[in-house]
């Protein structure tokens, strides 16, 4: 069986600290952190390949009554263009974000809890980070989703890297002794 790192700490956290309640929790906590990094990786990269939406948009604008075009997000560095995204962009992106976590907190097994008298989300373990959501009937095995963990814990470290070079002068590379 693969062993990852922090396994030891991650058994402190959920025997000695906790319980297996907090072990779930913490578990899907990770797993919306890590699926968040792989997101904006992908984002990440995708404008620094020259990926953007000027590209295969048909529209001209991202926003015409704040006068924001496509193209001018995109001869920005990623870090400037999420700056100069309006205001209703990113309440947009909110309220997207907004309306998963609601749903993870008041579903269970797909199905709205109506008989609860607490939400399922707020229950101990009741937060797992399947949101029930699998188009392509995917089978999901305990490989893929220790899978899922390492790649979500690599992009976390990869996003925070990127903008820490983007906006910090001189921070990546590290200068090695060698």
């Known amino acids: 069986e693969p062993v990852f790192i922090g396994e030891n700490y991650w058994d402190k956290f959920t025997l000695e600290y906790g319980s297996e309640a907090t072990g779930t929790f913490l578990r899907a906590a990770e797993l919306k952190h890590g ?7 992908t984002g990440f990269a995708f404008h620094k390949l020259g990926w953007t ?3 295969i948009s048909p529209h001209e604008y991202l926003s015409v009554t704040e006068g924001v075009k496509f193209a001018d997000l995109a001869a920005m560095s990623p870090v400037e263009a999420i700056h100069n995204i309006p205001a209703g962009g990113l309440a947009q992106m909110f309220a997207a974000i907004t309306l998963v976590e609601i749903y993870e907190l008041t579903h269970r097994d797909g199905k709205l809890a109506y008989d609860e008298t607490v939400a399922p989300g707020l229950q101990p373990g009741g937060l797992t980070g399947d ?4 188009p ?8 893929r989703r220790l899978s899922e963990l390492q ?3 690599a992009a976390m470290f990869a996003i925070s890297a990127w903008v820490a070079a983007e906006t910090i002068p001189g921070s990546f590379p590290l200068p090695l002794p060698w």
């Open 151 to 153: 790649n979500g814990r």
């Open 35 to 41: 699926r968040s990094a792989m997101l904006a990786v």
């Open 136 to 143: 392509l009937g995917v089978k999901v095995t305990d490989r």
């Open 53 to 55: 939406l000027d590209n």
């Open 131 to 134: 949101l029930g959501w699998n």
